[in-house]
């Protein structure tokens, strides 16, 4: 997002927004089918926090994952929890409301943290395929470079880039003169609609917006592509097939992960979405931003032998202390 907005004016509010509030349409149907979305969406929610929780007290109390790489995957899904926790409590509201509105400043904090958080996974899934790439094609030099000191400098760099890259820009689009109608066809605040119901159009304020996600997008995207094309070629030379395969096993659920969400993120923002159905809009934008964190403990776990271990060793501590 930049920081540069041509059509930004130095207005007052009152002269500026006559919006106060914003309608959430969220998805159409009648009272059975909104109370079947709202029990659909809460399991999903109620799952995705109990998944990511379980990676989190399975990294923080089995020894056996203390090593940079589930450090990075710990953090991962905490991330996930505050990501999916960014849209789908304020939907699930939505459903049950008869007015489905949304205030002004609440629609552009849940712009600010849909955003920022988004970015984050970005940058936390580049710095994952960096840590498998060092793991597989320079494993003498791994554990000194990939220290504890230098995960913790990632991962920090990873939150403030992606939470301070939007203030600004955000809140020069809050500037934009909204003066009605007020109603978003999504779920949530996001750039296009919007964009769309500003009174004046700001065709350079959304090219630069494209641009400059579609650049953040490119770069971490490329840099995964390239991390595992090398990782790939040191794969195929390991001489024993116990050891590729645990090297596909290690990669694979990260490249299930990055494809799940890239996939369906690049349609949405590398692009304008002219042309594409709401419905489909809305569908697009649930996948990665609520299945997305649903999946990756699932994937995780399922794919990885020591995360499946600690997982059991968790369940045990829990039943063990139900049982005192």
């Not at 590398?270 to 997305?292: A, F, H, N």
Request: net charge positive; proline share 6%.
């Amino acid at each position: 997002m930049s920081f540069f907005f041509v059509d930004f004016r130095p207005m007052n509010r009152s002269a500026t927004h006559t919006v106060t509030e914003f309608v959430l349409l969220g998805f159409p149907g009648c009272s059975e089918i909104q109370i079947f979305l709202f029990s659909l969406f809460l399991v999903i929610y109620v799952l995705t926090l109990l998944g990511n929780g379980a990676i989190i007290c399975a990294v923080r109390w089995d020894p056996r994952l203390h090593s940079p790489m589930y450090f990075l995957l710990g953090n991962f899904a905490f991330l996930e929890i505050w990501y999916v926790s960014s849209t789908v409590p304020n939907m699930l509201a939505n459903i049950l409301s008869k007015t489905k509105t949304i205030s002004f400043s609440g629609c552009f904090l849940q712009f600010y943290f849909f955003f920022s958080l988004g970015t984050t996974e970005c940058l936390f899934l580049a710095i994952m395929a960096y840590d498998r790439y060092l793991a597989i094609c320079r494993p003498l030099h791994y554990p000194t470079v990939m220290t504890g000191k230098l995960c913790g400098m990632l991962v920090s760099l990873c939150w403030l880039t992606g939470f301070l890259g939007y203030p600004i820009p955000i809140f020069f689009i809050s500037q934009l003169p909204f003066c009605g109608p007020n109603i978003i066809d999504h779920f949530l605040c996001d750039m296009d609609p919007l964009i769309a119901l500003s009174c004046a159009p700001a065709p350079i304020t959304e090219f630069i917006f494209y641009t400059q996600s579609s650049l953040v997008l490119f770069f971490t995207i490329m840099y995964i592509l390239r991390s595992y094309t090398l990782l790939l070629r040191a794969v195929f030379q390991v001489p024993s097939a116990a050891g590729r395969g645990k090297a596909f096993s290690t990669c694979g659920s990260h490249l299930a992960v990055v494809s799940l969400f890239y996939g369906t993120v690049m349609v949405m923002y590398v692009s304008p979405t002219y042309g594409i159905p709401t419905l489909m809009q809305k569908i697009l934008t649930l996948v990665y931003s609520v299945m997305t964190p649903l999946f990756n403990p699932l994937i995780y776990s399922l794919r990885n032998k020591d995360m499946k271990l600690a997982l059991r060793s968790v369940l045990f501590r829990m039943r063990i202390s139900q049982n005192l």
